[in-house]
């Protein structure tokens, strides 16, 4: 996707290129990377707190969020850290946030990114289920939530920020306080979880004609803007549609 987006403007001599990084060598590698040439990084589970720990700047919503997704070297020291999970998520929507309320599954880094982002777009409330409750409580108090026990919670917008979708066999109607029948009371359905094919949660949810914002969405959009920052140039959204969409 990001290598798609760099030829589609001209960029033929970058490259995108994974990099797997155990935990331990985090903080060498990325001070490594500016002297070698690269001009920033995305970084997911499990490095995205790290990766705000080593920056040397970070924008409002990575540090109001706590954890950052991009960083961009400023050589030969400077490492400025951003969050695009939070706005990308906020640009999917077909609706605006503003007014709606929201419920938000999960309380790991990706959910903390999604409340954070809906509270400041101005949606209101956001509930916050998750398996492990005291986890809900202690992200509702610190975001502005309210942490739900899952049953009778009406809300405009559902956003799923468990990993529950990503295997095969997993079922986020036994697993998920949802009944396929109920997601039709949604305005949309968001589902972080993303894979080769659609989740049981967004066929359930387009089935019944509710609105969807599918994870492959939310990655595009994200490594999009993350492209920009890198770049200093616009992003073939379509591009990348197309590249994370094609097969492999
Ligand atoms: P994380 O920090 O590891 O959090 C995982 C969350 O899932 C926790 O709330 C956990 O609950 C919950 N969970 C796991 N298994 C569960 C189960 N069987 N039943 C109910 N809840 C369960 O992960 P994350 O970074 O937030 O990522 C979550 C998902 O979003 C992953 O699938 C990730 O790939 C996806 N994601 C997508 C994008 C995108 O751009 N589309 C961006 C970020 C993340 P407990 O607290 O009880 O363990």
């Known amino acids: 996707m990001q290598n798609a987006a760099l030829r589609a403007v001209g960029l033929d001599d970058w490259r995108y290129q994974l990099l797997p990084l155990p935990p331990a060598l985090f903080a060498e590698t990325v001070r490594a990377l500016a002297p070698a040439g690269f001009r920033g ?145 949604y305005e949309c359905v968001v589902d972080l979880v993303y894979g080769e094919r659609e989740t049981r949660l967004v066929r359930a949810a387009r089935e019944r004609a509710v609105p969807v914002v599918e994870g492959r969405e939310l990655l595009v959009r994200q490594g999009a803007l993350s492209f920009e920052q890198f770049t200093g140039r616009p992003a073939s959204v379509a591009t990348m549609r197309q590249a994370v969409a094609a097969p492999r």
Request: hydrophobic share 50%; with cysteine; aromatic share 2%.
């Open 41 to 185: 990084i995305n970084v997911t589970i499990p490095h995205k707190q790290a990766a705000l720990g080593l920056a040397t700047a970070a924008s409002d919503r990575a540090r109001a969020i706590g954890a950052a997704n991009t960083l961009v070297f400023d050589p030969p020291a400077g490492i400025t850290a951003d969050n695009t999970d939070a706005p990308a998520l906020i640009a999917a929507l077909p609706v605006p946030a503003r007014n709606r309320s929201a419920l938000v599954l999960g309380a790991g880094g990706s959910a903390r990114a999604a409340i954070w982002a809906l509270r400041e777009a101005g949606a209101e409330p956001v509930h916050v289920w998750n398996r492990t409750r005291e986890r809900a409580e202690r992200l509702a108090a610190e975001l502005g939530a309210r942490p739900s026990a899952g049953d009778g919670v009406q809300a405009d917008l559902l956003i799923n920020c468990t990993a529950v979708g990503l295997g095969a066999a997993d079922d986020p109607f036994a697993e998920l306080p949802l009944s396929a029948d109920a997601l039709r009371e």
